[in-house]
């Protein structure tokens, strides 16, 4: 069966200082992978995806970035927080694009 | 111009009792619907998918899709308080590219 595991699982990080999540994905090959945020409140708002190796695809303007440097690992990064990029960060992987996506247990970011 | 839209809640239902959650959308080319449930905290879990017009039933659950008025909802029955949950929903819109865009949720209480 299939597993996605991210981590860490809580993160307090100060303004201006950098970020790396890390999410990896077991029992599939070739799967799309997805970052998600959630603020405080408010519903999920889709940030990258990834449908192979190197290939990132970003919804939105903002100060992250994403990598895929193998078939089942997809990492998030910042260079420097922001304030408004706390949240909680959901990393998600689908068989195809058309199908159900499945959740990893989540990182919850407080930027100070 | 909101692409999905729920009812924020909360929804508050008596143990036993059906509760019945409503999504509508704006893309009329969508295809695919999903529901999920969040318990405060965790991570969205997938509980049903529907793509065809009609009823989708999966133990407690019911998922009803009518894609001429642009509308899902989910059925629970026997509501129990271990249903108390945020309710998400989520589309793939037709002509929107391939990704899942998931309304505000509904907050649902089962009071004992």
């Known amino acids: 069966s299939q597993t996605i595991h991210q981590w860490p699982a809580t993160l307090v990080q100060p303004v201006g200082s950098p970020l790396s999540l890390e999410c990896t994905v077991e029992?599939?090959?070739?799967?799309?992978l997805y970052w998600y945020r959630q603020a405080a409140g408010r519903g999920l708002q889709l940030l990258f995806y990834?449908?192979?190796?190197?290939?990132i695809s970003s919804e939105v303007p903002q100060n992250l970035s994403a990598s895929r440097p193998q078939d089942r690992q997809f990492i998030l990064s910042s260079k420097k927080l922001l304030l408004s990029d706390s949240g909680f960060y959901l990393c998600?992987?689908?068989?195809?694009?058309?199908?159900?996506?499945?959740f990893g247990p989540g990182t919850r970011l407080t930027v100070l | 111009q909101k692409e999905v839209e729920q009812n924020s809640g909360p929804l508050s239902v008596p143990e036993g009792a059906i509760a019945s959650l409503n999504c509508t959308y704006s893309d009329r080319g969508s295809q695919s619907f999903f529901w999920y449930r969040q318990y405060s905290g965790k991570s969205p879990e997938l509980i049903m998918s529907?793509?065809?017009?009609g009823d989708k039933e999966d133990g407690r659950f019911t998922a009803q899709l009518n894609k001429a008025s642009q509308y899902v909802s989910l059925l629970i029955r026997d509501s129990q308080p271990s249903d108390s949950a945020t309710y998400l929903c989520a589309v793939i819109p037709g002509n929107y590219g391939q990704n899942f865009v998931f309304g505000p949720g509904t907050r649902l209480s089962v009071l004992p």
């Open positions: 990834s449908v192979g190796i190197g290939q």
């Open positions: 029992g599939t090959s070739n799967p799309n």
């Open positions: 529907i793509y065809s017009n």
């Open positions: 998600a992987w689908s068989g195809t694009l058309y199908n159900e996506q499945f």
